[in-house]
């Protein structure tokens, strides 16, 4: 049988170390249809190919840029409108200092903190209350307030001290004084670092929401802040000023009209002839417990017998009269400190920052109207973005919504590579330059 060259050349093989390759078995293709083969087909099928992955990965690179060109038009939307006359410099400003105050009222006069509810460090009412317990609290723990300790021993060195030629049954009214003066210079500090930090705390807080609400124009923002600032330190020395002259008030005299005070010195003073007679006694006990005051040393007292009544009456009336002390220290404080603080947040506040930030011939509004490079290249950087991806994400809607049509297109698999690419490649750098 008679066989056609080409195939004679097949069965005959190719020499090689040990033999001939049988090519019939290799090459089985030569005899598959032509209209199965060549570089046309592959190309065809491979289009259909890559038509089928793309469609089905086009739906979520639609979603994923309808996400992104969400944000970015909500981020183009937030971003400070570009002011273009004086008078929406006004009305942004006004606003913003509307805003800030109403809020500034709500976290520190009436204890609202709905803008702020998971940070504690701006509900102010509750942390003000927090430092004013506290501030009481260290006053009457103090060891000016503990008048065991030592007991009259103070009290008969300032006897000693200011003795005349007088009547001995009456107490000098500068015995009492010195005394006051001299417990009340002993914890003078304490609510002056009260008022220091309440300040520094409060000043925190507003400083923190004149910078939230001013965020938009970084031109206004620094300003402000640093009207915030300076005046807040003229607040707080002027808090500080008349938290001293407070003190001073109490160091100059000795008065109240409060009633507590004559009942607590006739309560204290009923001890008075039980506890002489425990100091007359030397074979009693060396220490008595005195009610309202605690367990007290007589050893010492008993050597300067002929005073320890007069310091009695001495130490009782300052017991009795330091109550009405502390307390005022803390009642005084506390109503300058409301005061103050609703003077700062309804008038002071936006009168310190018009004056420093707008200025007298209106510079500062100047300023609003003109946009930082930054922010200028950024929204239009947004501006772009957004529109380049709302154009892509038509176009690739239009093109899922028949992927069976561009299998026949080559043209249009290479525009949908090129486009896709881009819209990427956009959102990617966009992304980087947020």
């Avoid at 038009?73 to 006004?90: D, G, R, T, Y």
């Avoid at 206004?220 to 407070?246: C, G, H, P, Y």
């Avoid at 005084?332 to 936006?350: D, I, R, Y």
């Avoid at 501006?383 to 690739?396: D, E, I, P, V």
């Amino acid at each position: 049988m008679s066989l056609h060259p080409g195939r004679q050349r097949i069965s005959s093989g190719i020499p090689y170390a040990d033999g001939y390759w049988p090519l019939a078995s290799t090459f089985w293709w030569v005899e598959v249809d032509e209209s199965m083969v060549g570089i046309p087909v592959l190309a065809r099928r491979l289009m259909q190919i890559q038509a089928t992955i793309v469609a089905r990965c086009l739906p979520d690179i639609v979603n994923k840029i309808s996400e992104k060109l969400n944000a970015n038009v909500a981020h183009l939307q937030s971003m400070p409108k570009n002011l273009s006359s004086i008078a929406e410099a006004v009305t942004a400003f006004m606003q913003i200092m509307g805003s800030a105050k109403d809020s500034l009222r709500k976290i520190l006069l009436r204890g609202e903190f709905d803008e702020y509810l998971d940070e504690e460090g701006m509900h102010c009412t509750a942390r003000l209350a927090e430092m004013l317990d506290r501030y009481s609290e260290k006053l009457q723990n103090c060891p000016e307030s503990n008048f065991a300790k030592d007991f009259l021993l103070e009290e008969l060195e300032v006897l000693e001290e200011t003795k005349g030629i007088c009547l001995p049954n009456f107490l000098p009214h500068v015995a009492f004084l010195t005394c006051l003066q001299r417990k009340i210079g002993r914890i003078s500090s304490t609510p002056v670092e009260f008022v220091s930090n309440v300040w520094e705390y409060i000043g925190g807080v507003v400083l923190k929401v004149l910078m939230q609400y001013s965020e938009l124009y970084l031109q206004l923002q620094n300003a402000t802040r640093r009207a915030a600032q300076s005046l807040m330190a003229k607040v707080k020395e002027r808090a500080i000023d008349r938290v001293v002259e407070i003190v001073q008030m109490e160091k100059c005299t000795d008065f109240t009209c409060n009633p507590e005070y004559m009942g607590e010195w006739n309560k204290l003073m009923e001890k008075q002839v039980v506890f002489l007679q425990n100091i007359d006694y030397l074979f009693k006990p060396s220490t008595f417990v005195l009610e309202g005051i605690g367990e007290v040393d007589l050893e010492k007292l008993r050597e300067r017998r002929h005073l320890v009544q007069q310091a009695f009456d001495l130490r009782m009336r300052m017991v009795a009269y330091w109550k009405t002390v502390l307390r005022r220290l803390v009642d005084s404080v506390a109503l300058h400190l409301l005061f103050t603080v609703q003077g700062l947040v309804n008038k002071e506040l936006e009168d310190e920052v018009v004056s420093q930030v707008v200025g007298p011939q209106g510079e500062g509004l100047q300023r609003m109207l003109e946009e930082t490079p930054a922010v200028a290249a950024k929204r239009e950087k947004l501006k772009r973005t957004a529109c380049s991806r709302s154009q892509g994400r038509w176009w690739l809607k239009s093109w899922t919504g028949s992927p069976r049509r561009t299998w026949r297109s080559i043209s249009l698999l290479k525009e949908s590579r090129e486009v896709v690419a881009q819209i990427m490649d956009r959102v990617s750098t966009a992304d980087m330059e947020n």
